[in-house]
């Protein structure tokens, strides 16, 4: 137990746990009986024993050792969660906070409305904050939050979900600033089969993250990620996998890469050069184009345009899409869309519209 004494400390003492219930809020749980010698748990989740598979998970970690407290408490009510905190017994007193909560609620800026915001932010935002306030005054070994990779590289729809992180990570240097541990795990993507928020998506998501280098963590790589985060003394860490492959040939072939993968992976020099001869004649594609007749730019742009819909889409090609036939039909809706601008717009270097799949209804 040497390597993780520094998440639970060296005095025995209960370890809160919120989200519980969901299935990151169970994994966590049994590794941190299994790997790091928890012996008391203070599982909180809004439905508490009534939560589908509650009775199981507390059968479980009993017989692993653990004694378990299972508490219907929803965290970002401050009183109730003061009367929890409040009812810890003085023999085993808190040590650790593994805050794990949150849900989503995706949708484009301008469908986001004051409650879908507060619906998205009370269980991470002001959870994180009343366990602050309320358990500042302790010696706690460990305050860990579960953010996620949203906030620092933007993700489709996510705009709550990624103010939401953002403030959990501020909360995290805030509270090293001021003394007292702290640790936000922005987390990447989680597969599917492990459930929680990746449980929603389906495989045009997954092949989309995918084709932007990110993969997908099993529950032994994230436990893994945990253990080493847990050792490395830094306020937010992002544990995630990323196919630098991926990220490499988007580099080449785009000339940009995110400013946080900048020393991971670097735009190649001959690639710059080449950006910077087309600045007066326009972007890559446009001096491609100079070079066709009008009708050979038509059906090339028509291609690449049927190429770039069936990759958003997930589609094996370019011949599954109809040239003809309406967005809305082909099964786009307002993220798709926004992505599929965001490809034509790296693509060609011109403004478009958010809404250029309603403004242009087909290919």
């Known amino acids: 137990m040497d390597e993780v004494s520094g998440l639970l400390g060296e005095t025995p003492g209960t370890v809160l746990v919120t989200g519980a219930t969901g299935a990151l809020g169970r994994l966590f749980a049994r590794h941190l009986v299994v790997e790091h010698g928890a012996r008391r748990l203070l599982l909180l989740s809004r439905r508490g024993v009534d939560a589908a598979g509650a009775v199981e998970l507390l059968a479980e970690l009993g017989a692993l050792g653990a004694e378990v407290e299972l508490v219907a408490c929803d965290v970002a009510d401050r009183d109730a969660l003061a009367a929890v905190l409040g009812s810890v017994p003085a023999e085993w007193p808190l040590t650790a906070v593994v805050h794990t909560a949150g849900v989503l609620d995706d949708g484009v800026l301008a469908s986001l409305t004051p409650e879908r915001v507060a619906g998205v932010l009370r269980p991470k935002v002001d959870a994180a904050w009343h366990l602050h306030e309320l358990t500042r005054h302790l010696d706690l070994s460990a305050f860990v939050l579960f ?16 103010a939401a992180n953002a403030f959990l990570e501020v909360l995290a240097e805030r509270r090293r600033a001021e003394g007292l541990p702290a640790s936000a795990l922005a987390w990447g993507l989680w597969a599917p089969q492990e459930g929680g928020m990746a449980e929603r998506l ?32 830094a306020p937010v860490l992002l544990p995630m996998r990323l196919d630098v492959g991926v990220l490499r040939a988007q580099a080449v072939s785009t000339g940009t890469t995110a400013a946080l993968l900048r020393d991971l992976v670097r735009v190649p020099v001959r690639r710059r050069a080449e950006q910077r001869s087309v600045v007066e004649g326009g972007s890559p594609l446009a001096v491609r184009l100079a070079d066709m007749s009008a009708d050979e730019r038509a059906s090339f742009l028509l291609e690449l345009v049927r190429g770039r819909v069936a990759s958003v889409l997930g589609h094996a090609g370019a011949g ?3 040239a003809d036939r309406a967005f809305k039909e082909l099964g786009f809706d307002s993220l798709t869309a926004v992505e599929l601008r965001n490809v034509l717009k790296q693509e060609t270097g011109l403004r478009l519209s958010p809404t250029l799949v309603f403004d242009y209804p087909t290919p």
Do not use: P
């Open 147 to 162: 953010s996620g990779a949203a906030a620092a590289f933007g993700a489709a729809g996510q705009g709550s979900y990624a």
């Open 202 to 233: 389906d495989e045009v998501d997954l092949r989309r993250m995918a084709r932007d280098g990110v993969g997908a963590l099993s529950g032994s790589e994230g436990l893994a990620l945990f253990d080493t985060a847990m050792a490395v003394d």
């Open 320 to 322: 599954a899409v109809e």
